[in-house]
């Protein structure tokens, strides 16, 4: 999974901001944490991009840079 930071909803993605694995199998439930920040600018949207197939469940944005306890 890959989050990068764009200009436009359904735009382009300038600038990956972080990447974080996901296991391999159906059903694996848990959390994934990743700190995203911008290097070469400030991005209004974010874009995930996930590398399989299937579906996902809910994703959750901490704005305390912490993943919830």
């Known amino acids: ?3 990068w930071g764009g200009s436009g909803e359904c735009g ?9 694995s996901i ?3 159906g059903g694996v439930k848990g959390t ?7 290097q070469t600018g400030t991005y209004p949207y974010l874009i995930w991009v996930l590398h399989a197939g299937g579906a996902h469940g809910a994703v959750t944005l901490c704005p ?3 993943c919830p306890g």
């Open 1 to 3: 999974m890959e989050l």
């Open 12 to 20: 382009e993605a300038h600038e990956k901001l972080a990447t974080a």
């Open 23 to 25: 296991p391999a199998g």
């Open 32 to 38: 994934r944490c990743m700190t995203a920040a911008p």
């Open 64 to 66: 305390d840079v912490a």
